[in-house]
């Protein structure tokens, strides 16, 4: 009878032991790529949801071709400003450039950070546009429709016609140092990282 018992017991005890079992084993499987992958992406959460190592990537992506890390000054100093950006600002952006897919990690960007960003195509969108609403900030390229100088005459045509031009980016692919900044223009870049600079530095214009 002793040993019926017994048996009865172990044999009550064997569920939850294979539980354990189970969850020990699937621990053991998941503990590297928790480590790995979830537990820093958890540490990198900051300022209202922004998850800066996913802003990091994507800039990384957006850099892929010029030749630029985040170990600069100017770099780190761009991630950190990313960090204490407040996402309750609402901000908008019209992007002008006839190419649909150019810049498409840096528009992800500015999604991230809560900044709505519409694209168009030509010279006429953007002037519709920029006199159906007021826009924070346009960025445009220059090389546009056959026309290698349409960005800045097309910023020099709303200058002359007095319309209200909120800070004009131009960001190209290739830069002529030399030639300096567009009349009327905030600034002018062919880097991904000096974009987001001279974004945050239009937006800190605008504070309070």
Known sequence: MEEQRIIIEIIKIIPSVLLYLII???LIKLYRPFKDQLLPKLANFKAFGIEVGF???????????YGITFNDE???ALLKRLQNYDRRRMIQVLWIDDNLNAARSERRILNDLGISCLQVTSSAEAKAELQRQAYDIVISDIYRKDNPSEGVEF???LA??????????????????EKGTPPYAFGITNQPVELFHLILDVLDRKLP
């Open 24 to 26: 020990g084993i699937l």
């Open 55 to 65: 802003i990091k990537q994507e800039l990384k992506a957006a850099t892929k071709g």
């Open 74 to 76: 100017k770099g780190k």
């Open 155 to 157: 910023l020099a045509q």
């Open 160 to 177: 002359q016609e007095e319309i209200d031009i909120p800070p004009f980016l131009f960001n190209i692919a290739n830069l002529q140092p």
